[in-house]
């Protein structure tokens, strides 16, 4: 089993940055795939970015503003976003899977104000 918690959330102005962590707790080992889904207000939950074998994929709309990255030594995947927007409002969730199994965190709330 492996638990994950996020954290690094909150309120900032448009054009700011934040960077969300996300913590596992229990070993990683044959964790294959990790990343980032957002679910804005009303609505699903979508991927954001990704990071399978050291090779890295991004929706569209955070391209050039977000950088996923993990640090195995510390069990921990992050997510740094710069020059964030309104429309980047939402609960962000980390997802870890290894073989069949995925592992989703509690989420954690990131507001961008205008």
């Known amino acids: 089993q492996v638990q994950l918690v996020e954290s690094g959330g909150g309120l900032v102005q448009a054009g700011g940055s934040l960077r969300l962590s996300c913590a596992a707790s229990?070993?990683?080992?044959?964790?294959?795939?990790m990343a980032w889904y957002r679910q804005p207000p009303g609505k699903q939950r979508d991927l954001v970015a990704g990071?399978?074998?050291?090779?890295?994929n991004y929706a569209d709309s955070v391209k050039g503003r977000f950088t996923i990255s993990r640090d195995n030594a510390k069990n921990t995947m992050y997510l740094q976003m710069n020059s964030l927007k309104p429309e980047d409002t939402g609960v962000y969730y980390c997802?870890?899977?290894?073989?069949?199994?995925?592992?989703w965190g509690q989420g954690t709330q990131v507001t961008v104000s205008s």
């Open positions: 229990g070993s990683i080992f044959g964790i294959d795939i």
């Open positions: 997802k870890m899977r290894r073989g069949f199994n995925n592992y």
């Open positions: 990071i399978t074998s050291g090779i890295t």
